[in-house]
């Protein structure tokens, strides 16, 4: 089993920013990603950074040049930090772990941007 903790979310005035963090405890015996996700009402949770095999990073479209996705292995933690943040980025952001083909996911933390 893995747990995924989040923090970090919160409300921030619009070009604000915000870091949100996911540390993972359990039996993460071989990662596959990490990662995050966002999921707005009535929509399909999407993409929003992630790493996969190796140190290879895969940004949305919306968030690149906005957003970063940095990770601490020894801690087996990952990080997204978010810059310049847009009304549009309000939503509920997920952290994933993909363990051993299994995807685990944190209990979500809610990003709001006001205008």
């Given at each position: 089993q893995v747990q995924l903790v989040e923090s970090g979310g919160g409300l921030v005035?619009?070009?604000?920013?915000?870091?949100?963090?996911?540390?993972?405890?359990?039996?993460?015996?071989?990662?596959?990603?990490?990662?995050w996700y966002r999921q707005a009402p009535g929509k399909q949770r999407e993409l929003v950074?992630?790493?996969?095999s190796g140190s290879s990073t895969n940004y949305a479209d919306s968030v690149k040049g906005r957003f970063t996705?940095?990770?601490?292995?020894?801690?087996?933690?990952?990080?997204?930090?978010?810059n310049s943040l847009k009304p549009e980025d309000t939503t509920v952001y997920y952290c994933n772990f993909r363990v051993m083909g299994f995807d685990y996911w944190g209990q979500g933390t809610q990003v709001t941007v006001s205008s």
């Amino acid at each position: 089993q893995v747990q995924l903790v989040e923090s970090g979310g919160g409300l921030v005035q619009a070009g604000g920013s915000l870091r949100l963090s996911c540390a993972a405890s359990g039996s993460l015996f071989i990662i596959n990603a990490m990662g995050w996700y966002r999921q707005a009402p009535g929509k399909q949770r999407e993409l929003v950074a992630t790493f996969s095999s190796g140190s290879s990073t895969n940004y949305a479209d919306s968030v690149k040049g906005r957003f970063t996705i940095s990770r601490d292995n020894a801690k087996n933690t990952v990080h997204l930090q978010m810059n310049s943040l847009k009304p549009e980025d309000t939503t509920v952001y997920y952290c994933n772990f993909r363990v051993m083909g299994f995807d685990y996911w944190g209990q979500g933390t809610q990003v709001t941007v006001s205008s």
